[in-house]
């Protein structure tokens, strides 16, 4: 049947509004994943008066959470969960929940004469328990193609970072960081970069993908992260195990080819700045030296104040409060269960347990990818970052969740119907 052109044309140019107006979104997502705690008191100290409001996720948020809300009032109905994406995506949602509840017994003490709130942990805490309460909802609807989109924002910010952090002036002491974020964020965001490229060579078969990484690995590196470096060899591993039988005789030997050629053209910058860095920072500091940067001090902390508050821990910030050093413990378990007890460590290892039982051997590429990076982020956790730094690892996971129900909407056949989470 022969349909008149201008209905066709108005259908298509319908759809391409569409696809801009879905872009623009997941771009608006990505930039306030990307921001992380960035606030407007780095701008000008002046405005740390601002407190949470001064933050650039809660404004970013706001219009994504007013798109959700819109969307239902004109009848998009909110995304249903499968009985098991549902206990991953309700259990970190609790989680959060709980952590910022515990802020009621956080102990009050003083700090430069004044009386420190704690509201900015809140805020974060409740912002990411709602973030990823939204990624089903962002995501629905031709889901494979977004998360491939998304993962390309990744590989460019990644790339933006790299040469911000080598030609810019945001060094902390000897350690390459970018745009006022620390090296221990550096590294995580250059780190994606590497494992997206890879997963961009995989699912292209073209080499030029690879051409980042020199960039991205040399920067990284530079960032003196050294438990940070260790997630990225751990990320890297799974992403290329879980893929190996999928790689042809042909694509190994262009790609052996292919990053020798990188390490010849790339041999003169490593020889001069990132092999010095590495024997300086990852051998003689590391080794020699046996600098931990006071991580042993800062477990043990944690695991007296386990036992001394193990059923609901001393609350929300509590950690960097008490501390001896004044900061936080660096990792994610023991700063879950020194601040929320075995109740809220209960609460991560079922969100944990929860995101594992989305992964399959029959995955494709792209959950095989953000299993990669989820584990890159996981094993960071265990070193440094806050609450708010382990962001991307429960959008990962949530991500492979939202690739897997759609997959199963799409082959009906290997199963009863399906509440797709996007439909």
Known sequence: MTHPPGPIRSRTNGAAREAMRQRGILFLFFIMVLSGQFAL????????????LGQARVWLFLPLALWVVFSCARGARFPSFRRSSGKFFWAVFALHVYLAISALWTPRVLEASE?????????????????????????????????????????????VYAIGGLFGEWREEDRVAAFGGGPNVFVRIVGMGVLVAIYFWLRTKRVVWLVPIPLLMGSAILSGSRGGILALGIGISFLLVLSW???GVTLRRRAVAACALLILLSLSFFRQTVFPYWQQRFVENSFEDRNDSDRLLLFTEAVNLIQENPVNGVGLDGFRRLSVLGEYSHNLFLQVTSEAG?????????????????????????????????????????????????????????????????????????????VHAGA
């Open 41 to 52: 008191d780095r701008v000008d100290y002046s405005l740390e008066r601002l407190g949470v």
């Open 115 to 159: 009386m420190i709130s704690n509201a900015s942990e809140v805020c974060g805490v409740l912002l990411l328990a709602a973030t990823v309460l939204m990624v089903p909802a962002i995501f629905r609807g031709d889901t494979r193609r977004k998360v491939v989109f998304f993962l390309g924002l990744v590989l460019g910010a990644s790339i």
């Open 245 to 247: 039988r999928g790689i």
């Open 342 to 418: 075995l109740i809220g460590l209960g609460l991560l290892l079922t969100s944990l347990i929860a995101a594992s039982k989305a992964w399959s051997w029959t995955s494709t590429l792209e959950e095989k990818t953000l299993l990669g990076l989820g584990a890159l982020f996981f094993f960071a956790q265990m070193f440094s970052g806050s609450y708010y730094d382990a962001r991307y690892m429960w959008i990962f996971f949530g991500l492979i969740w939202v690739l897997r129900e759609s997959l199963a909407v799409s082959k009906p056949e290997l199963g009863a119907v399906v």
